[in-house]
């Protein structure tokens, strides 16, 4: 059973809901089952089902989550025209949901929808297993952990030195003054 789970600003957990699978009647199979947009176009082809056909999903799954378009809203031309980009750089500035960039950190999102785009590569050999993907993704987590730590870090050394300052003005109040 396919289970990943995201955790950013908030959690997300797909399970196995019939992206693209191989249905078995009476010892034979029954031809393609999945969702458009979903399905790796590998399986479309040669009607075989893989661990990569998943990593393909879970790849579509990234960015409709990261762009928040439908795969069959055209997801994989926004992709396509991100990719090309200008100067010949990938470009996902114009595709990434801008609510989702208000809430995170612009260049986590840019390193998860490249990680997205290894997964969705049209050769299945050059797609990453998805221990890969999962190891990426846990890397951003501990990033955003990490990055949290040290905000939190400059927040208190802010507040520290506020009270050293209220401190330093509280005991000058305290000094009498000459000829008083």
């Known amino acids: ?8 600003a908030w959690c997300l957990k797909v399970a196995d809901f019939g ?23 590998d399986y479309i082809t040669t009607n075989k089902f893989t661990k990569k056909s998943d990593v393909y999903s879970f790849g579509i799954i990234l960015f ?13 031309e926004y992709i396509d025209l991100a990719a ?27 390193v998860l929808a490249d990680v997205a785009y290894r997964c969705i590569n049209r050769s299945p050999k ?22 949290q730590r040290s905000e939190t870090r400059t927040v208190l050394r802010r507040i520290e030195y506020q009270h050293v300052e209220l401190s330093d003005l509280t005991s000058m109040r305290d000094i009498t003054p000459i000829g008083a």
């Open 84 to 110: 090309i980009g200008g100067e010949g750089k990938v470009d996902w500035d114009e595709i990434l949901d801008k609510n989702l960039l208000s809430g995170s950190i612009p260049e986590e999102v840019k």
């Open 19 to 41: 992206l693209s699978k191989e249905e078995v009647f009476d010892g034979s199979k029954s031809g393609l089952k999945g969702t458009y947009g979903y399905m790796d176009p």
């Open 64 to 76: 409709e989550l990261i762009t928040a378009i439908n795969p069959q809203q055209g997801l994989m």
């Open 1 to 8: 059973m396919l289970t990943y789970t995201i955790c950013f």
């Open 126 to 147: 050059k797609r990453p297993w998805i221990s890969e993907v999962t190891q990426a993704i846990s890397r951003l987590r501990q990033r955003q952990l990490t990055l």
